[in-house]
Nanobody, 122 residues
């Protein structure tokens, strides 16, 4: 099993920044891709960004390109999502996720974090 603990959410004003963290433990060698998804109540969960653990490949949703950046610290088995120039539409529950396929589709996710709330005020 792989355990994911995501943290770093909070309340921020529009234009501000937050950095989310995702700490992985357990049999992490079973996963090669770490992703972030987000969900607003009443809406489908949507893909935000992902990277391979070695940092060679990353993908971003069009809605966050140029504002969000993803990075990994292999020594700590931790992945970070730096979110800049936040807008109210970024308000959501953000989930860290892990799988073995570089894809934005949820069906490729094997493990999920518990979620961390991000709220952006206007």
């Amino acid at each position: 099993q792989v355990q994911l603990v995501d943290s770093g959410g909070g309340l921020v004003q529009a234009g501000g920044s937050l950095r989310l963290s995702c700490a992985a433990s357990g049999r992490t060698w079973r996963t090669t891709v770490i992703s972030w998804f987000r969900q607003v109540p009443g809406k489908e969960r949507e893909f935000v960004a992902q990277t391979t653990w070695n940092g060679d490949h990353s993908n971003y949703a069009d809605s966050v390109k140029g504002r969000f950046g993803i990075s990994v610290d292999n020594g700590k088995n931790t992945m970070y999502l730096q979110m800049n120039n936040l807008i109210p539409e970024d308000t959501a529950l953000y989930y860290c996720a892990a799988g073995s396929t570089l894809s934005s589709e949820e069906r490729h996710i094997n493990y999920w974090g518990q979620g961390t709330q991000v709220t952006v005020s206007s």
